[in-house]
C-alpha cells in the first residue's frame, strides 16, 4: 500500500513564500519512492509580497493558499481539509513564508507564535505518533510543535539556532547534505539552502530527509 505524505507549503517563492526549488524536489522524491502526496497551505494573507527580480516589497495582497497551488499545480487544498487519520507523514519546504506566513518568527524570533492552523495540523501528527520533516528554516518552529527538548537543525546559521535554544529546541550542526534525525520524536531535518550553493546541494539532503520520514512511517508509535 503506498504511503501518503502531507506537505504544507507557505507560498510561491523563496523570499515571500515556498522555497520552490525545496518544495519540487519534496514532491519529486516522495513520488520516485511510490508515495501519494496531497499538498495543503493556509488560507490566509501573505505577510508581504516581494519582487524577486528586483528584491523590494510590492504594494500588492496575495493569498498563501491562492499561491501555493501554483507549485501544486492547482492540485492543493485548505489546510482546514488536513485530516491527520488520512496520512502517514507530514512535510514542511522551508523559504521565508515558513518565518512569515506559517509563523512570525522573522519577525519575533524566539518570541514567535505558529499560524494556528499551521500549529493545530502538525501537532496532530506528533500526537498521533506519525513523522514530521522540517526543511532548510522551519526547523524553527520545531520546539514551538513538539515542545522542549526535541533535536533539529538549520545547518550552522549560530544566531537562529540561538533562537531555536532559547525556545527550548537542542540545535545540531549538520552538513548541507545530510539530516538530524530526532528518533523519539519521530523528526528529520535538513539544512537545504540554509546552506546550500546548488539545487543538487539541497537535493542531496531533500533526498534523505524523505526517505527517512517514509521509514520512521514504519516504525510503530
Known sequence: MKQKVAVILSGCGVYDGAEIHESVLTLLRLD???????????????????????????????????????????????????????????????????AKNLSDFALLGARCTVQPDVLAATQAFVKAGKPVGLICIAPAL???????????????????????????????????????????????TTPAYMLAQSISQAAAGINKLVDAVLELSHTPG
Not at 45 to 71: K, T
Not at 143 to 158: E, M, N
Not at 175 to 182: E, M, Q, R
Request: overall charge negative; charged content about 20%; hydrophobic content about 40%.
Open 32 to 98: 520516485q519512492r511510490g508515495a501519494q502526496v496531497q499538498c495543503f497551505a493556509p488560507n490566509i494573507p501573505q505577510m508581504h509580497v516581494i519582487d524577486h527580480y528586483r528584491g523590494d516589497e510590492m504594494d500588492q495582497q496575495r493569498n498563501v493558499l491562492e499561491e501555493s497551488a501554483r507549485i501544486a499545480r492547482g492540485n492543493i487544498k485548505d489546510l482546514h481539509e488536513l485530516h491527520v487519520a488520512d496520512f502517514d507523514a507530514v512535510i514542511l519546504p522551508g523559504g521565508f513564508g515558513v
Open 142 to 188: 520545531a520546539a514551538k510543535i513538539f515542545g522542549a527538548g526535541v533535536t533539529c537543525t538549520i545547518g550552522t546559521d549560530h544566531e537562529t539556532a540561538q533562537a531555536m535554544t532559547a525556545m527550548g529546541a537542542v540545535h545540531a550542526e549538520c552538513a548541507v547534505d545530510d539530516i538530524v534525525i530526532d528518533t523519539q520524536h519521530k523528526l528529520v
